[in-house]
């Protein structure tokens, strides 16, 4: 039992340091060399250290559990948002395709740039079928 507290960074107590053979074989490990009762020390300092910080985490996410009716709240808040971001795009896009463009630009930019019909067309779209400032746009 006493080796396997030492292998963990554990100290002995003393009832466990008074029994014959268990004493002797933390501070020893069996060798005769009584350098691993150092190690344990710093090894055991290491352990308690990254103990204590679990610790800390443990106790304070016990602290701060999350309840049923905060991640429903979370999740309408979150759904509201998509709804919103989603009926702004489809209103920007219908205004977009209100602005009238004519087939020789878009065929311009795409030939220039190198670019899908659909990109050189939203760009387009975006400038107010302005050629130049579309160009612009699309090389910064």
């Known amino acids: 039992m006493s080796v396997l507290r030492y292998l963990h960074g ?13 004493g002797s074989e933390v501070e020893t ?3 005769g060399d009584s350098r691993f009762g150092a190690k344990a020390t710093k090894r055991q300092v290491k352990h308690d250290s990254g103990a204590a910080d679990l610790e800390k ?19 309408n808040l979150i759904g509201t948002k998509r709804s919103k971001d989603h009926a702004e795009k489809v209103a920007r896009q219908k205004e977009l395709d209100k602005v009238t463009i004519s087939k020789e630009d878009v065929e311009l930019i795409m030939n220039e740039m190198e670019i899908p019909k659909s990109q050189a067309e939203q760009t387009l779209r975006e400038h107010a079928g302005d050629v130049v400032q ?3 746009s699309l090389t910064d």
Not at 57 to 75: G, L, R
Request: glycine share 6%; proline share 5%.
């Open 10 to 22: 554990q100290d002995v107590p003393a009832d466990d340091a008074a029994q014959p053979g268990l």
């Open 29 to 31: 490990n069996g060798t």
């Open 57 to 75: 985490v443990t106790d304070y996410m016990e602290d701060s559990e999350i309840s049923s009716q905060n991640i429903e709240q979370a999740v």
């Open 134 to 136: 579309a160009f612009i």
